[in-house]
């Protein structure tokens, strides 16, 4: 089979990438009195959002103490590595501190090559860097690579720019994925939504946020026979967050400019907010209002608000044999898990035991709070599904 | 019937957006629409995906003056494959 090879170089906005250092609390980790040499170590099972958080302290920290001389290495020795998202936005803080600090910075993963992470991680663009010296301009340009295919995966950023929206900006894009993924032997309807839900993602992140949009789909065999592993991640760096506008139409006074199908959201708020705690505030509310069916920002209503994507994502999970899903945006994280993944007949999802949104707020198996306000949303959507029998 | 055939960029297999679905109803679909008869909307056989949001964007001024659950009695589609027609009118049912 011939695999396309395609390598366009895309200047992101360097300031925006910058932003995911914002808000995170400059943390000095190492006990050695030697601030020339920084060795971060990383002994969480999981590499995750809370290692990542590690190593943006520490990096922080020596950034304010402008101790720009310094040789940074960071260890990893977990046993797992999350999710895609966690080795995105790992990549994501090698590539700022090497391009905009100009730091000397090298990484080791010490991970189980036997699990499926181990899988993404040699997918990734670290993999070439591991234990080795940084070639600082081809990480960049590998970094900065606008659009990169090869046989199990396909990696796009796509420009935030609003006067693509009227566009058939998004219809390329979902074509190409349709190109990449037909070459699985997934089956058709499984395909179709795997592609759509793509789509509507990086729609979502163009028209929502302020930040380019990284996505990065991964396909893989599986240990058990007949099935492959789907990994899709979209990142935005940015500071507008999922829910940010419902956010503001629920503080805004004037609500006449508004769909008048939001008045659910007001119902829903005042039912709620005397349930509001450090653990579920108006930030989450507002996020998981943005899922509900008809809830636009829209001046001009007629969207179907987030219910469309949280339905394909729905569809996705029940057609799939295993599955791991969520969003981040901010410091909030909504998962679509099951039991609570399920639409009203109104297009209402609660992610609660009673599935009420309008009264009830939801479990905190299904909306959490992580430690900082991140720069970022991001859709982490892991699948294991049955390949098609011919 | 009222046949309106749509045209879209023929190197790409499927449609998305709802500012983009929008756009094309505007300057394809509103002034040829019949509200009197019935309107055989094609989409072209190169188009074999269809996103919600194209959809919802594409139909948002039609379920703004008809009731959804009559949208057949206005519209027939006609598209690359019977599962991407009945997607295309779920999906403005939703």
């Known amino acids: ?390 | 019937m009222n046949r309106i055939e749509l045209k879209f960029d023929k190197t790409i297999n499927s449609l998305a957006g709802n500012d983009y679905g929008y756009k094309e109803y505007k300057d394809q679909v509103e002034s040829k629409f019949k509200w009197d008869e019935k309107n055989e909307i094609v989409f072209p056989n190169n188009i074999e995906k269809i996103a919600i949001s194209f959809i919802q964007g594409f139909a948002r001024d039609i379920v703004d003056k008809i009731d959804k659950n009559k949208i057949e009695d206005y519209i027939t589609i006609k598209s690359s494959s019977e599962y991407l027609t009945d997607k295309i009118i779920s999906n403005m049912k939703f």
């Open chain 1, 1 to 390: 089979m011939l695999y396309l090879k395609i390598s366009w170089v895309w200047v992101l906005k360097m300031q925006d990438v910058d932003k995911i250092f914002e808000n995170i609390e400059a943390t000095c980790h190492i006990n050695s009195g030697n601030f020339d040499k920084h060795k971060i170590r990383i002994k969480d099972k999981r590499f995750g959002y809370k290692s990542i958080f590690k190593i943006i302290e520490h990096l922080k920290w020596i950034i304010n103490n402008k101790l720009f001389n310094s040789t940074i290495k960071i260890v990893i020795d977990s046993e797992v590595i999350a999710d895609d998202a966690s080795l995105i936005i790992f990549e994501t803080i090698i590539y700022n501190i090497i391009k905009k600090y100009n730091l000397n910075i090298s990484y080791i993963f010490n991970i189980n090559n036997k699990i499926l992470g181990y899988e993404l991680f040699r997918l990734s663009n670290l993999y070439k860097f591991n234990d080795r010296f940084i070639d600082r301009q081809e990480f960049i340009e590998k970094y900065e690579q606008r659009l990169d295919i090869n046989k199990n995966r396909f990696r796009k950023i796509t420009y935030n720019n609003k006067e693509n929206l009227p566009t058939n900006y998004l219809s390329i894009t979902m074509s190409e994925f349709s190109t990449f993924l037909s070459a699985f032997n997934l089956q058709k309807e499984y395909l179709d939504d795997l592609i759509e839900v793509i789509s509507e993602i990086i729609g979502n992140a163009i028209e929502h946020s302020n930040g380019d949009c990284i996505i990065d789909v991964k396909v893989l065999n599986h240990k058990k026979k007949d099935h492959k592993f789907v990994s899709i991640t979209s990142i935005s760096i940015g500071d507008i967050f999922i829910g940010s506008e419902i956010k503001e139409f629920i503080n805004n006074c004037d609500k006449s400019c508004y769909s008048s199908n939001n008045k659910i959201v007001i119902n829903a708020y005042n039912n709620q907010k005397a349930l509001f705690s450090s653990d579920y505030d108006i930030d989450s509310f507002a996020m998981v209002s943005a899922y509900q069916k008809y809830v636009t920002t829209r001046i001009n209503p007629g969207g179907t608000g987030g219910s469309g994507l949280t339905t394909l994502i729905q569809t996705l999970i029940e057609k799939s044999e295993n599955n791991h899903c969520y969003s981040l945006s901010g410091n909030n994280i909504v998962f679509f898990n099951k039991p609570f993944l399920s639409l009203t007949k109104d297009g209402l999802i609660g992610f609660n035991e009673l599935n009420d949104y309008m009264n009830n707020i939801p479990s905190l198996d299904a909306v959490r709070k992580i430690k900082y306000k991140f720069n970022c949303t991001i859709y982490n959507l892991m699948f294991v599904v049955k390949e098609m029998i011919e």
